[in-house]
Nanobody, 114 residues
Framework: QVQLVESGGGLVQAGGSLRLSCAASDRNFRLNTLEWYRQFPGKERELVAAISSSGDASYTDSVKGRFTISRDNAKKTVDLQMNSLKPEDTAVYYC????????WGQGTQVTVSS
């Protein structure tokens, strides 16, 4: 079973930056689209960004121009660089894959203070 380990969260002031990283123990990692989600308290997880196996990236409108997703197939990691953070970005962030879905990891908490 593929394990996901997210890291890099923390507390940051509005306007600051964080870089999240997710490692996946999947030998077919390079074939999978990789995704970052976030979950607000009491809400469903929402898709934030995705990067295809060929490197094409997509973002939800609220993070466009501020977040950048990237992948390293050799290291089997997917990162999310988050700049110009806002208090409304406060959430638990998770990664996953598609079409091969992984078991959800514990996520990493991002807290942005105003």
């Amino acid at each position: 079973q593929v394990q996901l380990v997210e890291s890099g969260g923390g507390l940051v002031q509005a306007g600051g930056s964080l870089r999240l990283s997710c490692a996946a123990s999947d030998r077919n990692f390079r074939l999978n689209t990789l995704e970052w989600y976030r979950q607000f308290p009491g809400k469903e997880r929402e898709l934030v960004a995705a990067i295809s196996s060929s490197g094409d990236a997509s973002y939800t409108d609220s993070v466009k121009g501020r977040f950048t997703i990237s992948r390293d197939n050799a290291k089997k990691t997917v990162d999310l660089q988050m700049n110009s953070l806002k208090p409304e970005d406060t959430a638990v962030y998770y990664c996953n894959g598609r079409p091969r879905r992984y078991s959800w990891g514990q996520g990493t908490q991002v807290t942005v203070s105003s």
